[in-house]
């Protein structure tokens, strides 16, 4: 339980795209809340997007209309696509699984946005 491996980071220009994935271990993960974090050098990590065992998401205005977190439960994944993306997206991208008040982390996926 609780290993989350990610894929899909890279570099991309201003105004591009990417897709983020994450796939958990384990048997709890159509239970969890889902989401993904990211942390830029010398900030603290913030939250990207969450989305609920119910498929309710959640992003802050920094992020809403450009993100969208969908999940799919028959494969333990779940997925960020980022578009028209900003210099400012530049970080380091988590995967957070969250259930029974326990938090399991990714090992983080850089993204890199260059102008």
């Known amino acids: 339980q609780g290993q989350l491996v990610e894929f899909g980071g890279g570099l991309v220009q201003a105004g591009g795209s990417l897709r983020l994935s994450c796939t958990a271990s384990?048997?709890?993960?159509?239970?969890?809340?889902m989401g993904w974090y990211r942390q830029a050098p010398g900030k603290q990590r913030e939250l990207v997007a969450s989305i609920s065992s119910g498929g309710r998401s959640n992003y802050p205005d920094s992020v809403k209309g450009r993100f969208t977190i969908w999940r799919d439960n028959a494969k333990n994944t779940v997925y960020l696509d980022m578009n028209n993306l900003k210099r400012d997206d530049t970080a380091v991208y988590y995967c957070?699984?969250?259930?029974?008040?326990?938090?399991?982390w990714g090992q983080g996926t850089q993204v890199t946005v260059s102008s």
């Open positions: 384990g048997n709890i993960f159509s239970a969890s809340t």
């Open positions: 957070n699984q969250r259930i029974f008040n326990t938090n399991y």
